[in-house]
């Protein structure tokens, strides 16, 4: 992959509803922001006008939560038509969806369910990511998601699974430490493994983001600042795979606009110490 492709904006945050007057109004100091693109994919009204204003000012990235490349339903065609006229219009600088399926048997469950991570799925989700590319024009990146569960059929770790995926499909990585974090945790496995097995040169993107604690397993729900643990995996992130795209998640219980700045400014004074020469 050519790194001119998924050019380093430097540390955006979601653009959420409660702050549309406040981006619009006050231009704040912020590098990009990513959009949830179903949330845009409407005839017309105030979303769009926001976003066309927002567009004339940022870069933005189109991320989106329904793509279900996983399923075994076939690819929504109408869906994928209206994410291709939404990225012409507003021309971000990539597209991405998440490593799950949201539904099967025409059901969706609006939810990220894992797949079970087999050779066979490989060869499926591969092959459909393909088949998304060639409609949309471009590459895509893949997130990986937050899991509590796994499939006993499963033969392979999810980095494995996530790696093969990428290099069969020929796409990107968005990484999400916070997602690694709350999985590793669930699961017991060691996040630095995760980490230091996934391809550098696939990975275009960063997501950070909050959890909730409840115990005995951790619930991703984007409602609080990111963790000190995520925080510490950001860094060792940024060591293997240098200062790309990075993005602040919040989704419940949104603050201010202000906090979400502070935290992005955070990850930029973070990520400008660890990829410093001389501390590989
Ligand atoms: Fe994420």
Redesign the pocket.
Same mark, same amino acid.
């Given at each position: 992959m050519d790194s001119s492709e998924f050019p380093a904006l430097g540390y955006g945050v979601g653009l959420r509803r409660p702050h549309y007057s406040r981006v619009i109004d006050d231009h704040p100091h912020i590098d990009w922001f990513e959009i949830i693109s179903e949330n845009f994919m409407v005839d017309g009204g105030r979303p769009l006008e926001v976003l066309e204003a927002v567009r004339r000012d940022y870069p933005i990235v189109m $991320?989106g939560v329904s793509l279900s490349v996983g399923s075994t339903d076939p690819l929504n065609r109408d869906y994928l038509g209206c994410l291709l006229e939404l990225a012409r219009r507003f021309e971000p600088a990539w597209i991405s969806d $998440?490593l799950c399926w949201t539904g099967a048997g025409g059901h969706n469950l609006h939810d990220l369910i894992p797949l079970p991570y087999t050779e066979e799925a490989i060869r499926h989700v591969a092959g459909r990511v393909r088949v998304v590319q060639e409609i949309l024009g471009r590459r895509i990146l893949l +997130?990986n998601?937050s899991s509590y569960m796994t499939f006993r059929a499963s033969t392979i770790t999810e980095w494995e699974f996530l790696a093969a995926v990428a290099e069969q499909a020929d796409c990107g990585i !968005?990484l *999400?430490l916070?997602?690694i974090h709350v999985t590793a945790f669930n699961q017991g496995f060691d996040p630095i493994d995760y980490i230091d097995a996934i391809p550098a040169h696939r990975v275009a993107q960063f $997501?950070l983001?909050g959890y909730s604690d409840h115990g005995d397993y951790l619930l *991703?729900t984007?409602d609080h600042p990111v963790s000190a643990a995520v925080w510490r995996l950001y860094e060792y992130a940024v060591r293997r795979f240098g200062p790309i795209a990075t !993005?602040i +998640?919040w989704d419940d219980h949104i603050p201010e606009f202000a906090v979400l700045a502070e935290a992005a400014e955070e990850a930029r004074m973070r990520a400008a110490c660890d990829s410093a020469p001389g501390l590989m």
């Open positions: $991320h $998440h +997130e998601i !968005l *999400d916070n997602n $997501h983001a *991703d984007h !993005l +998640e």
